[in-house]
């Protein structure tokens, strides 16, 4: 007879079975509704994320864009701030070069002047006098020395200024430079988007960067820069009006020197020129009186000679009739007419004698005086032919350098060359 093998394993009940199956049935259901909570709340939960993330992501680009507004704004007014503050500075260069060219102008004068100084004291005698020439020429000295210390001090105050632009600058080209590469980040920033290839996550980037500032010390520090940089301007503007204004008062003082300089000269040989002209007519007189003098000299000599043979002759009557013999020898009318005449002709030769030692006198005192009219006349001479070389040195002040030919030859110094700038001074008087 045949067997029925049983597995060994173990049996479980039909309850147990029917328990199995409620409760997978519930867990099931169970788990369902688990994971349809979790689906609705994962649901709401990415819309509230994507809205928030879409919102922020919103919020920063505008932010970023209002940011990048605000740099360019600061950017173009610097850019608006270096152009004028190049434009200043040139303006302002020019000007200190302006000024350095006056300066450099005004020695001419002070060699003129110095020369004329120079050459002046090359007058002899009672002409060498401190005369207004003199007293002009040293305050002509005074005023250019007074005109070159002022625009020397306006050029070192230019040149200091220039110095305090040219730091201002600088500093405006590192706040522009700053503010471009700003905006070229923030830009940049602006531009990127999920899809950006170059997106990566970082370590820590929420980290306070080392040497940050806060949005008012970025503000003060731009507000800064562009009031300095506006009071530097306006400072070195104000220095250019100077400057200019120096120039111009410095050039009028100058010239009005100049003029009254060469007026006194003008003035100065006028009355060298009247007295000179007074000392040519006494010495001519002078002379003609000598000759006229001489003439009478030789004319008193020579009637002395004849007085002397007239008073020979008596002698000899006198004499002669001193042999007449015996009784002869008588005091007659002759012998007492004779007599007289030898009384009249000692004291006539006496009187010739006298008037002879007069006349001579006087001779050497015209001579002497004479001698000396001619040395004043030649010291005359030669301070019109110094001061008439001054004038024509004092030419280069207003004639160009490549025009400027001297009137005066001061190597063949003779009075005639003289007469023509002399009548040209006395029209001007007049």
Known sequence: MATFSVKPSQRFQLPDWQTNSYLLSTNAERQRDASHQIRQEARILRN??????????????????????????WKEMLDKLLTDLDAEIDALTQMKELAEQNLQAKNLPMDVAIECLTLRESRRDIDFVRDPVETELRKEVEVIEATKKALQQKINQAFEQLCLLQEV???????????????????????????????????NPARVPKGSTTLQQWDDFSQFNKNRAEAEMKSATEL?????????????????????????????????????????????????????????????????????????????RLESRTYRPNVELCRDQAQYGLTDEIHQLEATIHALKQKLAQTQDALDALNKHLARLQADIACKANSMLLDTKCLDTRRKLTVPAEKFVPEVDTFNRTTNRILSPLKTCHLELE
């Open 48 to 73: 509230e994320t994507n809205n928030q993330t879409i919102w922020d992501e919103h919020d920063n680009r505008t932010r970023l864009a209002e940011r990048i507004d605000t740099v360019n704004r």
């Open 240 to 316: 250019r009006e100077a400057i200019a204004l120096t120039i111009a008062e410095t050039n009028n003082e100058l010239e009005a020197q100049r003029v009254a300089t060469e007026f006194a000269f003008r003035k100065r040989l006028q009355e060298i020129e009247k007295v000179y002209s007074e000392l040519k007519w006494q010495e001519k007189n002078t002379v003609e009186e000598i000759a006229e003098l001489q003439e009478d000299i030789r004319r008193l000599e020579e009637d002395l000679r004849r007085k002397i043979l007239n008073l020979k002759l008596v002698h000899t």
């Open 169 to 203: 600058q600088q500093q405006l080209n590192l706040d522009h430079r700053g503010k471009m590469e700003t905006l070229e980040i923030d830009r940049g920033c602006l531009s990127l988007n999920i899809k950006a290839p170059n997106i990566s996550l970082k370590i």
